[in-house]
């Protein structure tokens, strides 16, 4: 029998299916000793989450996970029973009807010898599944188990190098060893007879060539050995596998050809070799058979060959990032539905025929190429196109209107082209568009006030073009917008009224703006970067400038102003050069403080005109993005505030240190004084606890009462904090306790006196980290994310990191914080995108701005910003540019990634910045713009261990 993937191994319809697809054996009774074998085994699991309970069900063959033929045990799934012991294994092996044994999903350790010798004597074992434990050390020797065919022992830490353990294994047919952490060469010796149909390899440590031994096992179906450490060339022999109908090799270092005989096997539906080093042409014929083809991040080049695109059952293409050039074929497949061909050196004019025929074409990305002449209005035939990117080509002539036809478009790229002519109208009917872009051209006319009808666009970018009149009033009305980019255009006329959701960035610089600032930028209460650079403005800056506390730069150089510059809080640029008038006043002197006492009259007045401001602003901060260090809180909150009223509280820890210097009341009586806030994120506030002891804790509140966290049952909560409790690593900030009040929930941690990543790099103490200390930082940051990912129930993904949710025990000491927030956070209940609610600004990957799921690819690009910001000594946001884009530009010239790193460090020694280049290709693969090309976080710990 066939098994599609190894993953279905976890899924229950999978193992039903398993259950009575093999072959069934009829017991006429049941052995006498499986009633007192099953007793025993429910004594054992005891102590663990097992439902087996044989007093309310005396009838095993009735239990969670027993499956019975006839009369007698065939199949045990102990999936998710929180085992940590092994004890119980030998135990299992009495049932000697057993067919099937599923232990995934547990904390196991080991193996014991005593399981192999008395399970291997049963002739009907047929299935062993120990994926997702903890099993270290190296893989045991399998004798006996002549039945068995399918063994899964994936995701777990097994080590060495693979021999002869499996070889005994006559009849397998499916192996998956995929994430662990196995040496030298791929294993040749997988069963004697050769039956082998599905082999799983990918994310372990193999070394040297493909061996062409592999060809020996002529019934393989799958074959997958990506993220390794594989070289060489892909051995002609892969070409006798007339049954292969997957063949997967990404990420790994393999050079050479493709070979020209894969085209010859009938049954290869997939063929991925994406990020390794093949070069010369792509074989013709190659897609003959296939349905999805990556070959993307290599060194092809050439031509693409005439019919490669043309195959009637070719469904998905990525060849981008390589060497490809000349045109793309006229003679396309009705069935693609994704065509990455960007980053290549492709030329002539993109085919005006290439949606006759795609009527399921969903993704067309033709980016960084040398594409000239029109956008072709035929497009518009693609009616089910969601992502369109033509960025940065040659294009020229205008936009056709008739794009505005495709109904379903979520994303359209079109910047740094040579396009021309106005906005078209027809945009207005792109009713799912959440990313316009089409910045760097040289478009002219009036932003159309139509534009706001696009309700659910979040981020617009016209900057760089000849857009001239003044913004449309209507622009208020876009609910949903994060990001408004209308920088080095021709607008003029006094700044409107903004959408109140603005968070990511407001740019206006370099245009033709007149009068004040206006109050209304007041509300834009989630800002960050604000830039009204080179324009007309005059007046005084305001200090409602000063009120918004999610802004990080305000860049403001360049314009007519006059008076004195506000007092910003130490986390905000502020960039005022250029205007004459005004004044930098770090301490005022007396004759100002006379001039402020005849202005208190005017201050009173405008106080309580903007009193109702002032409530909303209020409001709006209690879920502020902006993460600050607050130590003028003390000022804003006068009075004693009485202690939160505890509903419930609870220690998670087991550790005799902090289970008896937590003190409920003591913490509580913290959080009610603003003087113990340390720090703040979007969504926690963090207090320092001292407890009667001495000891320091960190005391977490999240804003209970706000709709955005999903737990509103208690109960469902603690069930969550239980399993995070238990959480057991180093650079994880576990919580230690917990305590529920009506509207906030507290979480205790340890203290971290260093603070956070972003204080000691971009702070303060700013250039206060050698390279030791950066490089021991990112290894630890992907060791806690790397074990919150390979979580052995469920992978737990984090919904925003960030250098400011680092915190550091020592300068070479961090932990991941906020682990919790995926758990409690329900994304649907923000008033934007999943962006907005899914990370901090600059390390966004940009796959949020149009998906509503957190993925693990979207914390590995977020992992990368943090590495280009331990390289560079810059933040995630400078400028309004994001660090990430800024840094893929400019490494497209190889012989400039030196400059991209932080002089001040790189300079010590040729050591350091040859390590600190290393670890430059790490972050640049993690900051892919495609999630699919991202490495994995074991993958990516493993670069940065071999980095050294």
């Not at 992978?795 to 680092?806: E, G, M, Q, T």
Request: aromatic share 8%; net charge neutral.
């Amino acid at each position: 029998m066939s098994i599609p993937n190894s993953a279905m191994f976890m899924s229950p319809f999978f193992f039903l299916f398993f259950l009575f697809s093999l072959s069934p054996l009829v017991f006429s009774q049941q052995p006498s000793n499986q009633t007192n074998t099953m007793i025993t085994l429910s004594q054992l699991l005891n102590n663990t989450n097992s439902p087996w309970n044989v007093i309310t069900e005396p009838n095993h063959c009735k239990w969670k996970g027993v499956h019975c033929t006839g009369s007698s045990i065939t199949h045990l799934s102990l999936s998710g029973f929180g085992l940590s012991t092994s004890d119980f294994l030998p135990v299992v092996c009495k049932i000697d009807t057993l067919q099937a044994l599923d232990v995934s999903n547990n904390q196991l350790s080991s193996i014991p010898n005593d399981f192999i010798t008395a399970c291997g004597g049963i002739d009907g074992f047929k299935l062993l599944n120990f994926s997702r434990n903890r099993l270290d050390g190296s893989l045991p020797t399998f004798h006996g188990f002549l039945g068995l065919q399918f063994l899964d022992l994936s995701y777990n830490n097994l080590t060495g190098e693979i021999g002869r353990e499996l070889d005994e294994l006559v009849s397998l047919k499916s192996l998956n060893l995929s994430r662990n952490l196995f040496i030298k060469s791929i294993p040749t010796n997988l069963g004697k007879s050769k039956a082998l149909e599905q082999l799983e390899l990918s994310v372990n440590q193999f070394q040297g060539v493909i061996p062409d031994q592999i060809a020996d096992f002529g019934n393989l179906t799958l074959i997958d050995l990506s993220v390794n450490r594989l070289s060489g060339s892909i051995p002609d022999r892969i070409g006798e596998l007339s049954k292969l109908e997957v063949l997967i090799l990404s990420s790994n270092n393999l050079s050479g050809g493709i070979p020209a005989n894969l085209s010859n096997i009938v049954t290869l539906s997939r063929f991925a070799a994406n990020q390794n080093n093949f070069n010369g042409q792509i074989p013709v014929g190659l897609t003959r058979y296939l349905k999805n083809l990556d070959v993307s991040y290599n060194n092809l080049s050439g031509l693409i060959p005439p019919e490669l695109l043309s195959q009637p059952h070719l469904q998905t293409v990525d060849m981008s990032f390589n060497l490809l050039e000349g045109p793309i074929p006229e003679d396309i497949s009705s069935s693609l539905v994704r065509l990455r061909l960007g980053s290549n050196s492709l030329s002539g004019e993109i085919p005006s025929l290439i949606c006759a025929t795609l009527g399921n074409l969903t993704y067309l990305e033709l980016e960084n190429n040398s594409f000239t002449g029109m956008i072709p209005e035929q497009l518009s035939s693609c009616r089910q196109l969601t992502l369109l990117n033509l960025a940065q080509n040659k294009l020229t002539s205008s936009v056709p209107g008739q794009l505005g036809n495709l109904s379903l478009l979520q994303v359209m790229k079109l910047q740094l082209n040579k396009l021309s002519g106005e906005i078209p109208s027809q945009f207005a009917q792109l009713q799912m568009l959440s990313t316009l872009n089409i910045s760097w051209n040289s478009l002219t006319g009036p932003i159309p006030s139509s534009i706001a009808n696009l309700a659910k666009l979040t981020n617009l970018n016209l900057q760089g073009n000849n857009l001239n009149g003044s913004i449309p009033n209507s622009i208020r009305n876009m609910d949903s917008l994060i990001e408004l980019q209308l920088g080095e255009n021709r607008l003029n006329g006094t700044i409107p009224m903004m959408p109140i959701k603005l968070q990511i960035a407001l740019n206006l610089s370099s245009n033709f703006f007149e009068g004040f600032i206006p109050n209304s930028l007041s509300y834009l209460t989630g800002l960050e970067v604000l830039d009204l650079s080179n324009n007309k403005l005059s007046g005084e800056i305001p200090n409602f400038l000063t009120e918004m506390r999610s802004l990080t730069q305000l860049i403001l150089s360049n314009n007519q102003l006059s008076g004195d510059v506000p007092e910003f809080g130490a986390y905000v640029s502020v960039n005022v050069s250029g205007n004459l008038n005004v004044r930098n006043v770090t301490a005022p002197p007396e004759s100002a403080n006379r001039k402020r006492s005849v202005a208190v009259p005017i201050v009173i007045a405008l106080a309580a005109a903007l009193f109702t401001i002032g409530v909303v602003t209020v409001v709006a901060l209690s879920i502020s993005r902006r993460f600050y260090r607050v130590n003028d809180e003390q000022l804003q909150l006068g009075g004693d505030v009485p202690p939160p009223q505890v509903i419930h509280g609870n220690l998670l820890t087991a550790n005799a240190i902090h289970r008896s210097s937590i003190c409920f009341t003591k913490a509580m009586e913290a959080v009610a004084d603003p003087l113990n806030i340390a720090l703040k994120t979007r969504f926690s506030t963090y207090y320092k606890a001292i407890m009667p002891s001495g000891v320091s804790y960190f005391i977490k509140k999240l804003n209970w009462s706000d709709k955005i966290f999903q737990l509103g049952s208690h109960d469902k909560f603690e069930q969550e904090l239980e399993v995070l409790g238990k959480l057991n690593n180093s650079n994880v900030m576990t919580p230690l306790a917990y305590v529920l009040t009506t509207d906030n929930a507290y979480l205790f941690y340890e203290y971290a006196p260093k603070g956070t990543l972003f204080d000691v790099l971009h702070g303060s103490v700013e250039n206060a980290l050698d390279w030791p200390s950066r490089y021991s930082i990112a290894v630890g940051v992907a060791q806690g994310l790397a074990f919150l990912h390979g979580y052995t129930s469920s992978p737990i993904l984090l919904l925003d990191l960030s250098c400011k949710n680092i915190l550091l025990k020592s300068t070479k000491e961090p932990q991941v914080g906020d682990i919790e927030l995926c758990k409690v956070i329900d994304p649907s209940k923000s008033t934007g995108s999943l962006s907005t609610v899914a990370g901090s600004v600059g390390y966004i990957p940009p796959e949020y701005a149009y998906t509503m799921r957190v993925t693990m690819a979207g914390n590995v690009y977020s992992l990368g910003v943090v590495l280009l910001e331990l390289l560079t000594g810059k933040p995630a946001v400078s400028e309004g540019t994001e660090l990430a884009k800024w840094v893929l530009r400019y490494s497209a010239q190889r012989d400039k990634w030196d400059h991209i790193l932080d002089y001040s460090v790189s300079r010590t020694s040729l050591a350091v910045k040859s390590q600190m280049l290393a670890v430059l290709k790490v972050a640049m693969a993690c900051v892919n713009v495609s999630p699919e090309s991202r490495p994995k976080m074991k993958s990516v710990l493993r670069m940065l261990l071999n980095a050294r």
